[in-house]
Structures are given as structure tokens and as C-alpha cells.
């Protein structure tokens, strides 16, 4: 049996009530519809597991469905967020499962180049301009510690970080 949205929204209104038999239909049909929902959008092999994840969520969540509203968009809505997820964790093995030849090689090349880049930039700023950067904005310090440091007031400090980035911006 393929109920329609209609009777899927009867279904589970009849669920929430406590109609055992209700819900077991609603289940079995909601089971059929995630199965032709995620047919192109997940591995075989990978599809049961998904479909029980939404169906777990579904009886989770089974209180804050809405029996004037229709069901379908609930039910997919649920499949679309546990997909996404499925998703993000298949990403996320398989970045993890890189091994370690397949790592890019430690190297400080990049981080010197990158000093340098930076030191030719400062020396296009004023130095009290290209100080307050660095303290705060490379080192991490607070504007207060960075005033300390460089014997500046807290307002001239952010005052000259603000300058100073939009200079640097401009020549790049």
C-alpha cells in the first residue's frame, strides 16, 4: 500500500493519539517513501542505515509534528537535515582517511616567503602603523598589552591598526 500525504498526515495524527497500528503503518510507509528518496542521492549501500537514522528521528521528533500541517514536507525535511549530515561525515572519513604520504610535507618555505612578503608591505606603512599590526593583529595581543608595548595610547593603537590595514590594503 502507498498511502497518500493525506492519509500520511492522518497516520501520524493517529500516532500521537497512542494508535499503535497507526504508527506501525506510518512507519512502513514512511520507510518505502525514504527508500525512493535517497535511491539517487546515497550509495546502496549506504541507503538502510540512512532511512533507519530518519526513521529514529521521526519517532524522536513524533511530538512536534503538527497535524494541521501536511506531513510529507515534515518527513522530507527531516530526510534533507540526517543527509546532509550523512554527508558531511562521509566527507569528513575521507579526508581523515589521507594517509600520510599523501600529506603535503612540512615545510617553512611558504611561512618565510610569506614573512617577507610582509615585511616589504610594512615598509610601504608608517612604522607606528606596521607595529600596531603586528602586535595585534600577527602576535595576538590585546590593544591594551600592544599599547604597553609600544608606547602608544589604546586609541592611537587602533587608530593606527585602522590606517594601517586599509593602506596595506590598498597596495595590494
Not at 105 to 119: G, N, P, T
Not at 143 to 154: D, F, I, K, T
Amino acid at each position: 500500500m502507498i498511502a497518500d500525504p493525506d492519509t500520511l498526515g492522518t497516520l501520524m495524527a493517529a500516532a500521537q493519539r497512542g494508535d499503535r497500528a497507526a504508527y506501525r503503518t506510518l512507519l512502513v510507509e514512511a520507510q518505502r517513501w525514504l527508500e525512493r528518496y535517497f535511491h539517487r542521492r546515497v550509495p546502496p549501500g549506504q541507503r538502510d542505515d540512512l532511512v533507519q537514522e530518519v526513521l529514529m528521528a521521526v519517532h524522536a521528533k513524533r511530538a512536534t509534528y503538527d497535524p494541521a500541517r501536511p506531513f510529507l514536507p515534515w518527513l522530507a525535511a527531516i530526510a534533507r537535515y540526517r543527509w546532509v549530515d550523512h554527508l558531511r561525515r562521509a566527507y569528513r572519513s575521507e579526508a581523515a582517511a589521507l594517509d600520510d604520504h599523501d600529506a603535503p610535507q612540512d615545510s617553512d618555505e611558504e611561512a618565510v616567503m610569506a614573512r617577507v612578503s610582509l615585511e616589504r608591505l610594512f615598509g610601504q606603512v608608517p612604522k607606528k602603523q606596521a607595529r600596531a599590526i603586528e602586535l595585534v593583529k600577527i602576535e595576538g595581543l590585546t590593544v591594551a598589552e600592544a599599547a604597553l608595548r609600544s608606547g602608544q595610547s589604546e586609541s592611537a593603537v587602533k587608530v593606527n591598526i585602522h590606517r594601517g590595514l586599509k593602506r596595506l590594503a590598498a597596495l595590494i
